[in-house]
């Protein structure tokens, strides 16, 4: 079951960051488009996943940019801003019962596409949400 709809606004958040900050979803409203990943706790692909996903983003453009959520502490990833969700109050905002998933916003935080897994096995290959963010620039001129 989908908790939000293509064509609205994702929910702002504020979680910690592995490298102890503050990190806001507003902080990159108006500048970049996003994949929003939440990886399933404890998975034991979630290494590789992060790894593939940093490969991707890494040639991004300024105007892209990967979240990715986990109740479990993650390390630092190049590219990625990789956020701590202890108590998986963001997880649940987004994706209610479902233990992982993914969500593309353009940069204003409007909802293109979605999706939930029950692994991280399940979540799309990092090219394909590539593809999702380059379509994403395309609709808004970026």
């Given at each position: 079951?989908?908790?939000l ?8 958040f ?22 929003i990943?939440?990886l ?6 979630n ?14 453009s300024?105007?892209?940019k ?20 202890p108590?998986?109050k963001?997880l ?20 293109y596409a ?24 395309m609709?808004?001129?970026?």
């Open positions: 079951m989908q908790t709809q293509a064509g609205t606004i994702v929910p702002n504020t979680l910690q960051t592995a490298m102890g900050e503050r990190f806001s979803r507003g902080d990159l409203r108006g500048k970049a488009a996003l994949v990943v939440f399933p706790a404890n998975d034991g692909l290494p590789t996943y992060l790894a593939n996903l940093s490969t991707a983003a890494q040639r991004w300024h105007e892209q990967a979240l990715v959520i986990s109740a479990e502490a993650l390390p630092p990833t190049e590219g990625l801003t990789v956020l701590h969700d108590e998986s963001v649940s905002q987004f994706l209610g019962e479902a233990k992982g998933g993914w969500f593309i916003t353009d940069r204003y935080g409007e909802l979605q999706g939930q897994s029950l692994s991280t096995a399940d979540l799309p290959k990092p090219m394909s949400l590539s593809e999702w963010l380059e379509y994403v620039n609709r808004c001129g970026g």
